[in-house]
């Protein structure tokens, strides 16, 4: 008797766990099939125009940070360059700083054309715009500036930078 229903329990548990292993099987071909929110974004057109509305004539950071991920997501970066700088010039907007420095100091493509400069003027530039970022509060900004010239050190300004390009 106690052989069955231990026999009967262990039946029961089985059935139980090959039912959720199912499920967890459903869910990961779910998920490996679906298309990343920020790809739908991109390809929508309507939606991408609308943050890049709210961003551009408003000055929405939020909205800007939304589509500037999917286009960092989507190696977009050549485009997203041109909004970010207004996003920058226009509404000081930190993560558009932060975006820039990391577009001009990381490979990128458009085709067949490699881009990245290693030229002076362009590490200046990129500094500035990382210090910039840092400035107007970008935790990311932070974060790599200690990554790079170490925590804690004492460090110039983002003018430090302008200037050097100008001197040259």
């Known amino acids: 008797m106690r052989i069955t229903i231990i026999l009967?329990?262990?039946?029961f548990l089985s059935c139980d766990n090959k039912k959720k292993k199912?499920?967890?099987?459903?869910e990961q071909e779910q998920f490996a099939t679906e298309v990343p929110f920020y790809k739908k974004l991109v390809n929508n057109k309507k939606e991408r125009m609308r943050l890049w509305k709210?961003?551009?004539d408003s000055g929405n950071c939020d909205a800007y940070n939304k589509i500037a991920f999917a286009y960092l997501m989507t190696y977009q970066e050549v485009d997203l360059y041109y909004y970010s700088l207004i996003m920058a010039n226009k509404y000081h907007c930190p993560e558009a700083y932060f975006n820039l420095a990391a577009i001009l100091t990381h490979e990128t493509s458009t085709g067949d054309i490699v881009l990245l400069s290693n030229d002076r003027d362009t590490k200046n530039l990129a500094h500035y715009y990382l210090f910039k970022a840092k400035e107007l509060g970008s935790s990311s900004a932070q974060f790599s500036i200690d990554v790079e010239f170490g925590k804690g050190k004492p460090l110039p300004n983002s003018s430090f930078f302008l200037k050097q390009l100008i001197k040259q």
């Open 54 to 56: 709210a961003a551009i």
């Open 8 to 11: 009967l329990i262990l039946l």
């Open 22 to 26: 199912e499920q967890v099987n459903k």
